[in-house]
């Protein structure tokens, strides 16, 4: 705060006091002369009080200033060398920072190379832990990949220690990929628990386990999650199961090697048995399956009777002949009898036109015609119904075809088109079911066709033989058994060739 001098104090007292008893006047303008002189006095008495002081203020200051000079001049002395010292520092610090900059200069050039070695070492750390982590030797030797993976730690850069470590790794993979190796080692089993083992690793292809009492052998897959080996839910076949075992004895020098690092391998697990594969047809399978029993039944039973029937009739009829022809009727009847309780059709039509031999030639030809009719139904017995069986089974899986799209068509509606899987089901219900029907119908027909040829080969036999015994009945009326010409007896009627009338039957 400023300060007074005693000359400005003198000035502003007399003021101050005036203008005290102007008040004093106009709030008490009936107080008493008393009164007023005592403020007076009391006014005058702190006006030399002030001026005292402002005096004494003064005078101070006035014996500080010649102190207060010389300071100032001092101040000013010491602010002459401060501003030296001040331009020589500033001198020391462009100095300073020319030098920084170079060295920062230097600096970054290093950096940069140091940088781009560290980068192609972690490159070729982060290439050998990936190949690490997909090798089924790292689930043997889990710790060499730890090494690896402490290079990639961010912030850290290698040192000549670390690529030694990282070229070792990949050595001693790359020697290991080229081995063949059998230990005792731990995977998870089928059953999914924790075992222990012998595992036989082909290089870095494919690893085979048998368990501890030898009694199974299968294949290993490589988890790079849990860098662990897990046996395959499958087993594979009996014949690679023994070539691995014998392999795994010494006594073979061949094995099984999935060069695709376990991929061919897994399709073991995928594969799907015949009846999984037929269900995937949905229930149209099930019709076509049951009309496919029913025509393998009729096949067999069809096979077995036409074989059972058919007989060496040549030899038979070759023998029925010769004593016929000798007027032996008694010896061919014999001959009939004993290959009657066979049920040959060809032996039924013969036994019937001999026991007709008195008759005339209508009723001859008669007699045979009938007996060839009556077996025709047991010759073709069960070939119409398979001829339906192979027209239908296609046409039920064309059926099942239709359910599926059907089935597909409204996937589609519900879920769209993302998800192929979705579409899977209806899309095999369509394949399988009209695989199946061609499956059951192709044989089907086949046989049919066998069948039926056996069937009309019979046929054209019974027609033969009746015609043939048909003509030595009538050769031995007419000129009898010694070969002398007899008198034909009349016949009411001509008749048709028993020929012509089984050839009516043929279809």
């Given amino acids: 705060m400023r300060r007074l001098t005693g000359s400005a104090a003198a000035k502003v007292l007399p003021a101050f006091l005036v203008a005290a008893v102007l008040l004093v006047l106009v709030v008490a303008p009936g107080a008493q002369a008393q009164d007023v002189r005592d403020a007076a006095r009391k006014a005058d008495a702190e006006r030399r009080a002030a001026l005292e002081r402002a005096q004494q203020a003064e005078d101070l200051i006035l014996n500080d200033r010649e102190a207060l000079l010389t300071a100032v001049e001092e101040f000013e002395a010491e602010d002459g060398v401060l501003d030296a010292r ?51 030797m790292t689930a043997l030797r889990p710790e060499r990949l730890g090494r690896v993976r402490s290079i990639l730690r961010e912030g850290y850069f290698p040192d000549i220690e670390d690529i030694s470590s990282m070229a070792g790794a990949l050595f001693e993979e ?33 690893a085979v386990y048998r368990t501890s009492d ?31 075992r014998s392999y795994m004895d010494g006594t073979s020098e061949s094995a099984t090697i999935d060069i695709s690092g376990g991929a061919a391998l897994r399709q073991i697990t995928q594969q799907v048995g015949l009846w999984e594969h037929l269900l995937l047809g949905g229930p149209i399978v099930y019709p076509i399956l049951a009309l496919g029993i029913v025509a393998l ?19 038979i009829m070759g023998q ?65 119904m398979l001829a339906v069986f192979g027209a239908v089974a296609p046409l039920l899986g064309l059926l099942g075809t239709v359910t599926g799209m059907i089935e597909t068509f409204r996937v589609i509606t519900l879920y769209g088109t993302g998800d192929p899987r979705l579409m899977s089901s209806g899309i095999s219900e369509a394949l ?31 027609e033969e033989k009746a015609v043939h015994l048909s003509n ?24 048709a060739s028993v020929g012509e009338l089984a050839g009516g039957t043929a279809d």
């Fill in 174 to 206: 790359m020697e290991l990929s080229g081995q063949v190796g059998l230990r005792e080692a731990s995977f998870v089993g089928r059953d999914g628990k924790e075992q222990t083992g012998q595992v036989m690793t082909l290089g870095a292809f494919t």
């Fill in 472 to 495: 030595i009945i009538l050769k031995e009326k007419i000129h009898g058994p010694n070969g002398r010409t007899r008198k034909a007896p009349r016949e009411a009627t001509a008749g």
């Fill in 297 to 315: 039944v009729i096949v067999a039973c069809r096979f077995v009777f036409l074989r059972r029937v058919h007989g060496n009739t040549d030899r």
């Fill in 86 to 136: 001040l331009a020589e520092l500033e001198r020391e610090v462009a100095n300073l920072e020319s030098h920084r900059e170079r060295l920062a200069d230097r600096w970054a050039r290093r950096e940069l190379e140091y940088r781009e070695i560290s980068g192609n070492v972690r490159l070729a750390a982060r290439d050998l832990a990936a190949l690490l982590e997909q090798s089924p």
């Fill in 432 to 462: 399988v079911t009209t695989e199946l029907g061609l499956a059951v119908a192709i044989p089907i027909m086949l046989f049919h066709t066998f069948l039926s040829r056996r069937a009309n080969g019979i046929i054209g036999e019974m």
């Fill in 320 to 384: 029925a002949s010769a004593l016929a022809s000798k007027g032996d009727w008694d010896g061919c009847e014999a001959i009939v009898r004993k290959y009657k309780d066979k049920k040959m059709p060809v032996i039924e039509v013969v036994a019937d036109g001999l026991s007709a031999r008195h008759e005339d030639r209508a009723t001859l030809e008669s007699v045979m015609q009938e007996a060839i009719l009556r077996e025709l139904p047991r010759v073709e017995r069960g070939l119409p």
């Fill in 214 to 244: 030898g009694g199974e052998v299968g294949f290993l897959r490589y988890s790079q999650g849990e860098r662990k080996l897990f046996a395959l839910s499958a087993l594979p076949p009996s014949g690679m199961v023994r070539t691995l």
